[in-house]
């Protein structure tokens, strides 16, 4: 059996039954037509035999719901009685024998979906009224973000491009009122085969590069691969609080479906750059303020910048040593829950390096009132031991 025969062979109505049948439905009007049509109820009567052999086979084929799937899928793609172009009624394939394509795989478990994917090169065949909708491809791209519309979201502008069948030729390659005809060299397999001595191997057919069709005017816009890109302008809303580097996810903004197949899905990366003040840590922002050393030493409040809003106010507590880190709640990152994150101030103690007269001698009279306390002392102790 092969898909030739799937393709002509009308199994449901060997049995019967509808083409919606429940596997218990096609079993008991095989049992009824079985019992009727037996060669041993039947003696001598050709026709009767005929019919009880194409009840046999259609049963065979249709009890099995793998080899019922690739039936109605063959013939779904196809339709019954060979294949269609857009346009054409299928006599245009003068010729074509499914059955010499077919043949060599019918028998391998190879799907035919795939089959025809290969026989048409992914174009033209496509196009056939009855192939099954197919999803559109993820599409990657990249953007590039300031520092505070990463922060704050931003809608940005991505230019795509997606490659689909040609709109001119809808895919087929041909001119329009053509059609492609059959590869004459492969005889639409797309394959030839080389042999080598003792080897044979099989390679992209030249004449149709694989695609198993040719066309003898070819579509002006496509030059006849029946592929052609498309750019378009997306605008694309990025989440606030993304971080450099980020991959994010666009779902059903990627090429669109063929034959009412869903859309696939955008990828953008995104490059995040940097800002003069803040830095970045997660959700929380980050940032370095000079404190004097009398501040550090005394305490003070002091004035610390928060992003894209008014200076915010920080006490710093008398002997505050440098480096020491300070969190502002809420001045960070919004996060996907609609929370912030924080402001974390990093105080750098600065050390004089001008001094007047009038500094000068304050830090003189400090120097001598403190001395007596050698900060290295316990260090210096420990050394000796
Ligand atoms: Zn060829
Ligand atoms: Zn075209």
């Known amino acids: 059996m092969s898909t030739k025969d799937f393709l002509e062979k ?47 086979e259609a049963y065979n084929v249709l009890s099995d719901s793998k080899r019922r799937k690739e039936y109605d899928e063959a013939r779904s793609l196809f ?12 006599g245009q394939f003068g010729g074509f024998d499914l059955g010499d394509i077919f043949g060599s795989t019918a028998g391998s478990g190879g799907r035919l979906g795939d089959l025809f994917g290969g026989m048409f090169g992914g174009g033209g065949g496509r196009t056939t009224t009855q192939a099954r909708p197919r999803r ?43 059609v492609p005809k059959v590869c004459p060299t492969c005889g639409g397999t797309g394959q030839s085969s080389r042999d080598l001595g003792s080897f044979a191997f099989s390679e992209p057919c030249t004449t149709c590069r694989g695609r ?13 691969s029946g592929r052609a890109m498309s750019a378009r302008t997306i605008q694309a809303r990025i989440p606030a609080g993304v971080a450099d580097g980020q991959r994010i996810k666009l779902k059903g903004k990627g090429a669109p479906g063929e034959r009412g197949g869903a859309p696939g899905d955008l990828y953008v990366k995104v490059h995040v ?20 050393f009398t501040e550090a030493a005394l305490g003070a409040e002091i004035k610390v910048p928060a992003h894209r809003g008014v200076p915010v106010s920080l006490r ?24 912030m994150g924080d402001l974390l101030v990093k105080v750098d103690v600065q050390v004089p390096t001008e001094l007047t007269d009038t500094a000068r001698t304050a830090l003189e009279q400090f120097r001598d009132a403190t001395t007596g306390t050698d900060p290295r002392e316990e260090l210096l102790r420990k050394g000796r031991a």
């Open 212 to 224: 198993g069709l040719v066309v003898d005017d070819p579509c002006a816009t496509c030059s006849g």
């Open 273 to 292: 750059s940097g800002h003069p003040v803040f830095g970045r840590n997660g959700h929380n922002l980050t940032v370095t303020v000079p404190v004097t």
């Open 316 to 339: 710093i507590p008398p002997g505050t040593p440098n480096g020491r880190t300070f969190r502002v709640r809420g001045k960070g990152v919004r996060r996907s829950d609609a929370t």
């Open 10 to 56: 009308d199994y449901y109505k060997a049995l019967d039954v509808a083409k919606g049948a429940s596997a218990e439905e096609i079993k008991k009007s095989y049992r009824k037509l079985a019992r009727k049509y037996h060669p041993d109820a039947n003696k001598g009567d050709a026709a009767s035999e005929e019919r009880f052999k194409e009840i046999s």
């Open 79 to 90: 339709g019954a009685g060979g294949p269609r172009m857009p346009g054409s009624g299928g």
């Open 136 to 178: 559109g491809a993820d599409v990657e791209t990249e953007a590039s973000l300031t520092f505070s519309d990463a922060i704050d979201g931003s809608t940005v502008s991505l230019r795509l491009t997606d490659e689909g069948p040609c709109k001119v030729c809808r895919g087929t390659g041909a001119k329009a009122g053509t």
